[in-house]
């Protein structure tokens, strides 16, 4: 789901809406920059064919071959000439030094829309750095519930909500892809390929859970503490992984 800005132009609704944004994006940005436009992508829930608009927003990334004054100054035009709302933009260089939260990003679902794709093949031991990154931050954050005894219980509950959606769902996807080498595109794709494991009940749980499971204090630890040792074997399986690949 896309949060959004405020000022923000809306988003396309429609596919119909979509393919007419991103054609009219594309036509401004190849007659802005010409030859120094490399590639445009489309990621994020459109990509995987799983958007639920309005709410889902477009993710959009934008690969120029270096960020200099005039490709700054043939962006900005661009932005003036359409109502296209927030796109990624990143250059040959950064690409080259494989920042990891960008080479995370690009390790999802992604389709070219123009151009040549510039980003590495996504390794298992890529994947393996993404779900490390991401078990890392459930379980700092589950564990602040478990020892924190002065949190709200509001807070909790909506710290507890934010990793059992977007949070939790990414690391059981780098989780397959680490094990098997493709990420899963689909959601349906991912149960399936969870089925009969730890993980897929751990996934049917979050399709159940409701506000009643956050009600009490003793619920809230119960959850906390079931993401916590989890987040403690993903780390354990990432780090094996990665082992064995060097």
């Given amino acids: 789901m896309g949060v959004r800005v405020e000022g923000e132009p809306p988003y396309p609704t429609t596919k119909e809406e979509l393919d007419n944004y991103c054609s009219n994006f594309i036509q401004s940005l190849r007659s802005h920059l010409g030859n120094r436009l490399i590639s445009v992508h489309l990621c994020g829930s459109w990509a995987r064919r799983e958007a639920h608009p309005p709410e889902s927003d477009t993710d959009l990334m ?3 071959d270096k ?3 005039h490709t700054s100054n043939a962006l900005r035009q661009v932005w003036k000439d359409t109502d296209i709302g927030c796109a990624n933009v990143v250059d040959l260089v950064e690409i080259k030094a494989e920042p990891t939260e960008l080479m995370a990003m690009m390790s999802d679902c992604h389709t070219v829309l123009f151009g040549s794709d510039p980003f590495p093949m996504p390794s298992k031991e890529r994947y393996a750095q993404n779900l490390a990154d991401v078990a890392s931050t ?3 954050n589950a564990r602040c519930q ?3 005894n002065w949190e709200s219980s509001e807070r909790s509950t909506s710290n507890l909500k934010y990793l059992n959606g977007k949070v939790l769902k990414w690391a059981l996807r ?3 892809a680490m094990r098997t ?3 899963p595109v689909t959601y349906r794709d991912l149960k399936e390929q969870l089925k009969d494991t730890d993980e897929g009940e751990l996934l049917n749980w979050t ?3 409701s506000d009643d499971d956050y009600a009490t204090t003793e619920k809230r630890l119960a959850i906390a503490r079931r993401f916590s040792l989890f987040a403690e074997k993903w780390l354990k399986e990432s780090a094996s992984a ?3 690949a060097n």
Avoid: C, K, Q, T
Wanted: proline share 0%; no cysteine.
């Fill in 62 to 64: 934008v690969v120029i």
């Fill in 67 to 69: 960020v200099d004054e």
């Fill in 138 to 140: 459930i379980g700092l």
């Fill in 146 to 148: 478990d020892y924190y």
């Fill in 174 to 176: 780098n989780l397959v």
């Fill in 181 to 183: 080498g493709n990420m």
């Fill in 207 to 209: 399709e159940n859970v």
């Fill in 242 to 244: 990665r082992s064995s």
